[in-house]
């Protein structure tokens, strides 16, 4: 079964650190996803990404974070500047298209820690 | 996007059916019911989805009420790795993208 992976697996950094959280989704969608889990909260949109453009961004998505289609394959997620409120799961996803019926395929996640 | 109510959560013995209610009131004509999980903090996992019509594949059936405010997610024999949150998310088509707006779901704990 195809999937979406993710690297790394854990991150910790200092804060005021960049980092780079790395995705690659499924070989023939088009459109992907980052989404953010802060420890015991709720799974939260973040951006979406299509035809090398951001297509949607929520409120938490400001100038620290920016997002990256490099090569073919992979996607990733830049924090400029880490805070600790940073610290989270991250999960990358990515669907075929975005009509209706499209099942969105999740990544397991990059847990980031900010200290 | 509509919004739903779950119960917080729920038990379910191990090998029994597990039906998780969802209600969603203010669901308009071209919006689908989606059913997701998220097993231990692991990424969340696609189960089904329906418009109006009951839908079943090799995870589960989601059964719709004929109004369309509720719905039922329905595992027919509960193992202990379904134990896990379960998300229904209403869902309008035709947006910028397919984003997914997620509540507080139900936590499904499977016993032996």
């Known amino acids: 079964e195809p999937e979406v992976t993710q690297t790394p697996s854990h991150q910790v950094t200092q804060m005021g650190q960049e980092v780079i959280l790395r995705c690659v989704p499924i070989?023939?969608?088009?459109?992907f996803y980052w989404y953010r889990q802060i420890l015991g909260q709720k799974v939260e949109f973040l951006v979406s990404?299509?035809?090398?453009?951001?297509?949607?961004k929520s409120e938490i998505f400001d100038d620290q974070f920016s997002v990256e289609r490099p090569d073919g394959s992979n996607f990733t997620l830049k924090i400029r500047s880490t805070k600790l409120e940073d610290s989270a799961m991250y999960f990358c996803?990515?669907?075929?298209?975005?009509?209706?019926?499209?099942?969105?395929?999740f990544g397991q996640g990059t847990r980031l820690t900010v200290v | 996007d509509a919004k739903t109510t779950q119960p917080p959560s729920m038990d379910c013995a191990e090998g029994r059916a597990a039906n998780l209610p969802c209600n969603h009131s203010?669901?308009?004509?071209?919006?689908?019911v989606y059913w997701y999980r998220q097993i231990h903090s692991q990424g969340p996992q696609y189960i089904i989805h329906g418009l109006k019509n009951n839908e079943t594949n090799e995870m589960a059936s989601l059964i719709i009420t004929e109004d369309r405010k509720s719905s039922t997610l329905i595992l027919p024999h509960a193992t202990l790795r379904d134990t896990a949150v379960y998300y229904c998310?209403?869902?309008?088509?035709?947006?910028?993208?397919?984003?997914?707006?997620f509540g507080t779901g139900t936590l499904l704990a499977v016993q032996p």
């Open positions: 998310i209403v869902k309008r088509g035709g947006g910028a993208t397919n984003k997914l707006i």
């Open positions: 070989s023939n969608h088009l459109y």
């Open positions: 990404f299509y035809n090398n453009e951001i297509s949607e």
């Open positions: 203010t669901i308009s004509g071209n919006e689908y």
């Open positions: 996803a990515s669907t075929l298209d975005r009509g209706l019926g499209t099942e969105a395929f």
